[in-house]
C-alpha cells in the first residue's frame, strides 16, 4: 500500500504539470465536498439549497450549524493555501479548533473536564466506548504528541504515512477538545498530508471518503483504542483502514483527472499564454507539449488567430513551419 501510495503521489506531480486546468476544475467541488461531509460526520446538517451562500456566499448564516460548516471551510482554505508552512504544533491545533467552532465559549480550549465517549446501541442502551486522557493531562500530551509526530517525521525510521496514522489515532485517544475533536482530526490528516508531499486532498474529498465508511472508520477507531492508556494496543486496523482511504482517494483522483474537461475559454488562453512564454522560433509540436489537453485542429486555429491580430508570424510552410511572436 505504501509504494501504490508512493506512485501516485508522483503521479500527482506529473498531472499538476499537464494539466493544471483540469485540476482548477476540481478544487471547488472539492471543498464543498469536504465541508459538508466532514460536519455531516458528526451530525451537522445544512439545507442542500443552502450550501453555495454558506460556504461562498457573504449572506447572514441562519443557525449553528450553518456556523460551523462555514468555520470548517475557512479552516481547510487555510490548509490548502498555506500547506506545508503551516506547522504541526498545539497552537496550530488550537487554531483549527477555534475555526471549526466558531462563538463558542470553549472554542480554541482544551477540555477542563473529563469525559466518556458513549455509544448509543438501537435498542436504548448506552455503553462506554472509550475514556479519553483526563483533561489535566491533555495538554503535556498534546505537546508531547506532536513533539514526537515532528522527532518520527525528521528521522524517517517509521514511514511516514504510517507516523501521520500513529499521530491521527493518538490525537482521537488523547480527545482534546469537549466537542470537534472528529473535524480537527481530519484536518490535521490533510495538514499532514500536505507536509509529507500527497496534495490530492485539494481536489478530492478525504472527508466525503471517510463518511462513506464511516462504520469502518468508527470499528478500527474502536479496535485501535482498545488498551491504548496501557500501551497494548493494537493501532493497525486504524492505520490501515487510513491508509487505504488515502489510496482511495488517490485513485479517484486519477480517474476524475482523465475524465474531467478543460473548458474552451480556458483552453483558449492556455495556449495564446504559452504561445507569448516562446523567446524565439517554435514548431506546433513544442506548443502541443505544453498544452496536452488541446486537440492540434484547436492549436492551428488559435494560431491563425493570433496571426491575423498581428501578435505571430510563420515562416515556412507545411510541418516545417515555424511560428514567432512579433515583439
Known sequence: MLNDLAEYRGKQELFARQSPQRLRALKEHALVESAVSSNRIEGVLVDQKRIGTVLFGKGHLQDRDEEEVRGYQEALSWIHREGAKIPLTPKTLLKLHQMTRPNIWDSGQYKTDD????EKHSDGRVTIRFKPLSAKETPEAIEQLCQDTARMLKSRETPALVA?????????????????????SRLLILLLMYHLGFNAGRYISLERIIEQSKERYYETLKQSSEGWHESQHNPWPYINYLLHSIKTLY???EERFENTTVPRGEKTETVRKAVLSFSGAFHINELLKKCPDTSIDMIRKILRTMRDEGLLECTGRGKQALWRTIR
Not at 469525559?115 to 458513549?118: A, C
Not at 501521520?164 to 480537527?184: E, K, T
Open 115 to 118: 469525559g466518556e465517549i458513549v
Open 251 to 253: 485513485r479517484e483522483f
Open 164 to 184: 501521520l496514522a500513529a499521530f491521527n489515532l493518538d490525537f482521537l485517544c488523547i480527545h482534546p477538545f469537549r466537542d470537534g475533536n472528529g473535524r480537527v
